[in-house]
């Protein structure tokens, strides 16, 4: 089974009556288990091509399958099921719900569909923040957690429904560079033991040189 | 869907201070609804009251002539009817009777009405004649309980005349003055007393006598004019007249049907209660709908993760619902207890120059379930807009920002 696969994949955006292209033609292969980084230069395309390989931006033309199966003419209720129940996000900017606890952060993808926070559901919610090793945050609110914190809570909300894929999005760009490391080391030993693909987008070639392959954007194309 | 309420339940909690204000703004609106109800509906209870308890409920006259030769025999049609010939009830004692035995009947007072003049040197004045029973000088109207001046004994062959009458005429108890009636009898009569009952035509026009000297003075020695009977229920009115009419061959009439105005006034006032209840809902929904939409606005980057994380528009449009039902649900809740509590006190605690309520507020009357479902069912329509606007938020934007 190949994970994710991308062909000919192209993103236009219109802004007035200028269509701008940003992606011209990606091909792109994704395997089980697979942690991949994403790199590029600034503005050329590596969050775009992250939304549209991750069900959340429709692509202007190509074809995507995910787990073997196409993933166009797919309704909103459909892309989400998918989301929810395949994927895994981590965003630059943690986006926790700061009115929540870190628990129940982790807990969200899995009570929504679930009508409430079961006690399987808050037992595994515990077990994830424990292993990102915040088993001392269990019920802080989020917006009372640093930086770091709140990214490792947001790691474990995007393993809370066991996803075959994790696509992240500059993890570890707003954290300093111990945080970034340890970041890093958590995604890794994540990888080693479930064998969670991770999509990796990033700046930073130290980053880079941690993931199994790279794959360089260069201009909306892959170099 | 029961998370969803958690999480409605969570954002409303997160912001004490708005969703306080807005559930003390629903509250003051649902407070205004209860208020303009119970005094609308109480005064519509007051009016009936006061109406009901100075007139007869239920009224019998002769039938109309004009109905008997009006038949399809033209033999009859051609029959003159003579003008001297007064309508009265002959047979009254029987129909009396009859009447008397009717349920929730609590009085049947016979008399003998008719029209005449009170002269007073140069002054005369029209006046409507009441022949009754002494003893039954309470049974329609209060007339003791109205005594301004004099007494309310027609036993003695006097009159009682009403307030303004004998302001007109200078006319005081113990006075006698000049009677003449429509048969052009005159006879000089003393004035019992003089009462106020607070009805300007009866004030004015309406002069009681005792039957036995009316009898004469109208020239109506065995038969009555009318009977008019008194029910513990002034709303069973239509129901008694409509049962005295199959059994008696008169002409039957309601309170109700003498007094549409009543009705009428009623009904237009209901109207303009109407009115301010609706617009105290108006109130309501747009203050839940601007505020939520303020809410969704606000909370953009987190509906934006929740929908990247797969949560379906559906639940984040029920998340902003339950927000609106239960601010809407509080709000009515709280709105009704302090309505009451107003109402109460407004009906109890403050009282007029009469030692009675100053505003006849029926506290019980304030549409407190109308109210409550009104405001849950706007609240959860005034919610749809900021929960569509939410629901339809395209992740990767609200993500970005
Ligand atoms: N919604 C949009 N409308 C118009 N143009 C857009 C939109 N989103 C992205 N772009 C443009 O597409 C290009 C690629 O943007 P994208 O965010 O994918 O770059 P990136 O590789 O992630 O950059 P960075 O490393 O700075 O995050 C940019 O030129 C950007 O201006
Ligand atoms: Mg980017």
Redesign the interface.
């Known amino acids: 089974m190949t994970l994710l696969k991308a062909e000919g994949i192209t993103k236009s955006f219109r802004t007035g009556d200028i269509d701008t292209l940003v992606l011209k033609g990606v091909n792109l292969v994704l395997e089980p288990g697979e942690m991949v980084a994403l790199s590029g230069p600034s503005g050329s395309g590596k969050s775009t091509l992250l939304?549209i390989l991750?069900l959340?931006?429709q692509p202007s033309d190509g074809a995507l399958s995910f787990m073997d199966k196409p993933m166009s003419g797919l309704t909103?209720?459909q892309l989400?099921?998918?989301?929810?129940?395949h994927?895994?996000?981590v965003?630059q900017f943690h986006?926790l719900?700061?009115?929540?606890t870190a628990m129940e952060n982790v807990a969200?993808?899995a009570?929504?569909?679930?009508?409430?926070?079961s006690a399987e559901i808050r037992d595994r919610a515990k077990m994830l923040l424990g292993r990102v090793d915040l088993t001392d945050r269990i019920d802080f609110a989020a917006m009372r957690l640093s930086g770091g914190q709140k990214q490792r809570v947001a790691i474990a909300?995007?393993l809370m429904n066991k996803p075959e894929l994790v696509l992240a999005d500059e993890p570890t760009g707003s954290l300093d560079r111990e945080n970034s490391a340890r970041v890093m080391a958590l995604l890794r030993e994540i990888n080693h033991e479930d064998r969670t693909s991770f999509l990796i987008s990033t700046h930073d070639p130290e980053i880079a040189k941690c993931c199994d392959r790279q794959i360089n954007v260069v201009d909306g194309r892959i170099a | 869907?029961?998370?969803?309420l958690?999480v409605a339940f969570?954002?409303l909690t997160?912001n004490r201070v708005q969703s306080g204000l807005l559930i003390g703004g629903v509250a003051l609106s649902v407070i205004v609804f209860v208020f303009m109800t119970a005094l609308i509906r109480g005064l519509a209870l007051f009016l009936t009251v006061q109406t009901t308890g100075q007139i007869a409920h239920v009224e019998m006259e002769p039938p109309r002539r004009i109905a008997e030769v009006m038949g399809p025999d033209a033999r009859f049609a051609a029959q003159p009817i003579s003008t001297f010939q007064r309508q009265q009830i002959r047979n009254w004692q029987l129909m009396v009777d009859q009447a008397e035995q009717l349920d929730h009947v609590v009085a049947v007072v016979p008399e003998v009405n008719g029209n005449g003049f009170l002269v007073r040197g140069t002054a005369v004045a029209p006046i409507a004649l009441q022949g009754i029973d002494p003893s039954q000088i309470d049974a329609i109207i209060p007339l003791s309980k109205s005594i301004i001046d004099g007494s309310a004994d027609l036993s003695t062959g006097g009159l009682l005349i009403g307030a303004e009458l004998a302001e007109d005429l200078g006319l005081r108890a113990g006075v006698p003055v000049i009677l003449r009636s429509d048969r052009g009898i005159e006879r000089l009569i003393p004035v019992t007393g003089i009462f106020r009952i607070g009805l300007s035509n009866v004030d004015r026009r309406v002069a009681y006598l005792s039957i036995a000297v009316a009898r004469p003075l109208l020239a109506l020695p065995n038969g009555v004019t009318s009977v008019s009977i008194k029910l513990d229920d002034p709303a069973l009115a239509p129901l008694i007249a409509e049962q005295l009419k199959r059994q008696l061959p008169l002409k039957v009439t309601a309170w109700q049907e003498k007094n549409r105005n009543l009705e009428t006034a009623l009904e237009s006032q209901g109207r303009t209660g109407n009115f301010i209840q609706a617009f105290a809902l108006i109130a309501i929904m747009i203050s839940i709908a601007s505020a939520l939409l303020l809410t969704s606005v606000r909370r953009r980057?987190?509906i934006?993760?929740?929908?990247?994380?797969?949560?379906?528009?559906g639940?984040v449009a029920s998340v902003f619902v339950f927000q609106g039902v239960i601010i809407g649900l509080a709000g009515s809740l709280i709105g009704s207890a302090l309505g009451y509590r107003l109402c109460l006190f407004l009906s109890e605690g403050i009282t007029g120059p009469d030692g009675g309520p100053l505003l006849p507020i029926a506290p019980a009357e304030g549409g407190y379930v109308l109210v409550i479902v009104l405001t849950v069912v706007g609240s959860a329509i005034s919610a749809i807009l900021p929960a569509q606007a939410a629901a339809r938020l395209d992740?990767?934007e609200a993500?970005q920002q």
């Open positions: 939304n991750g959340l931006m909103d209720k989400s099921a998918i989301r929810n129940t994927y895994g996000f965003f986006h719900l700061p009115d929540f969200f993808p009570a929504a569909p679930a009508g409430g926070i909300r995007a | 869907m029961l998370f969803a958690r969570r954002y997160a980057g987190e934006g993760i929740m929908r990247s994380f797969g949560i379906s528009r639940f992740p990767v993500i």
